[in-house]
């Protein structure tokens, strides 16, 4: 995460610093014009707001997470 905004602040969803985890996570934005902004979030606050759908977002997969951080 080379390119991670610092420093870390509340989550962005709930105003919350309790990270553990994968979190904190960042979410960040771009535009067309390549303006991106980046803020700290849990991936759950994230994930509860996306709306549902047909299939799901599978936005984080925390096994596979799991399985990266294996030394």
Known sequence: MN???HPITPCCFCGKIDYS???????????R???????????ACFEERLPDLPEPWNVYDRDADAASNVH
């Open 3 to 5: 390119d991670q905004p």
């Open 21 to 31: 985890n994968a979190d904190p996570s960042y979410l960040t934005v771009g535009t």
């Open 33 to 43: 014009s390549e303006v991106t902004k980046t803020w700290w979030c849990h991936i």
